[in-house]
């Protein structure tokens, strides 16, 4: 039996569950929200690759053990991968911009605080601090780019992003190595933190306000433990 849609129905993508309703209409506009977010991933990408090269210095300068040198690694990283999902489903439903301009100011803050740090344990809550900014970053820099852009647009702006956080890492080890070979290790925090400047700066002009419209609550019991499973997966691998 074949049935026909009325002439003004309109037929939506069942694979991409977003329209071209919340599209930024100007191009310029939505080449300075690829860039925005393109920034803001390799701050992110930056912090987490650029601390490796800077461990000896910060071993023999803030006398931390090999076992302090790990969590002030894999802390920020832990912290970003147990509450990537958690919070990137509150951005969508809260509100994209405010989760990301929170996550930036915690961003730049903490980066910021740990270069005057003299002791390991301040420094590894700093790092967790700053992992949990990132969350809130690196998620809702996708869901920004996804719903800014029209959908003949859409694949090659996430292709960008997705390259981008290949060079981030690039970039964060480059920029550590050279600011360790020439300055103090207190340096290495400089580059998240102008990168989340510039980019809290440039959001604040540029991003749109976007959430999703979601009838149903939040899921806090799911949310914990995703949180719990990624965040223990990646504990047990590192």
């Given at each position: ?5 009325p002439d003004d ?10 329209t ?5 209409a100007d ?7 690829l ?9 992110v990408?930056?912090?987490s690759?650029g ?22 690694i894999?802390?920020?990283?832990l912290?970003l ?16 911009k405010p ?13 910021l605080?740990?270069?005057f ?7 590894i809550?700093l790092?967790?601090l ?15 780019i996804t719903?800014s ?5 859409r ?7 997705a390259?981008?956080?290949g ?7 480059f ?15 400089s ?9 809290l700066?440039?959001t604040?002009?540029v991003?749109p306000h976007s959430?999703?419209h979601i ?11 995703s ?12």
């Open positions: 039996m074949t049935h026909h849609l129905a309109v037929l939506l993508d069942p694979v991409d569950p977003h071209d309703d919340e599209a930024v191009a310029r506009q939505r080449r300075l929200i860039i925005t977010m393109c920034v803001s991933l390799i701050a990408i930056a912090s690759s601390l490796n090269v800077a461990q000896q210095a910060l071993a023999a300068d803030i006398g931390a053990s090999q076992s302090q040198l790990l969590w002030i894999n802390g920020y990283t912290a991968a147990a509450l990537l999902m958690p919070i990137g489903a509150i951005g969508d439903r809260w509100g994209r989760v990301l301009v929170s996550g930036l100011v915690l961003f730049a803050a903490t980066n605080a740990s270069a740090v003299n002791s390991p344990e301040p420094l809550a790092r967790v700053a992992g949990i900014a990132a969350a809130m970053i690196m998620p809702v820099t996708l869901s920004v719903t852009f029209p959908a003949h647009e694949a090659k702006a996430i292709g960008t992003w390259g981008v956080a060079a981030g890492g690039i970039l964060g080890l920029a550590s190595a050279a600011i360790i070979d020439n300055a103090t290790w207190p340096w290495v925090f580059v998240p933190v102008i990168l989340a400047t510039v980019s700066v440039a604040l002009f991003v959430r999703e009838d149903t609550g939040f899921d806090i019991t799911g949310a914990i433990l949180a719990l499973a990624v965040g223990g997966l990646v504990l047990a691998i590192q």
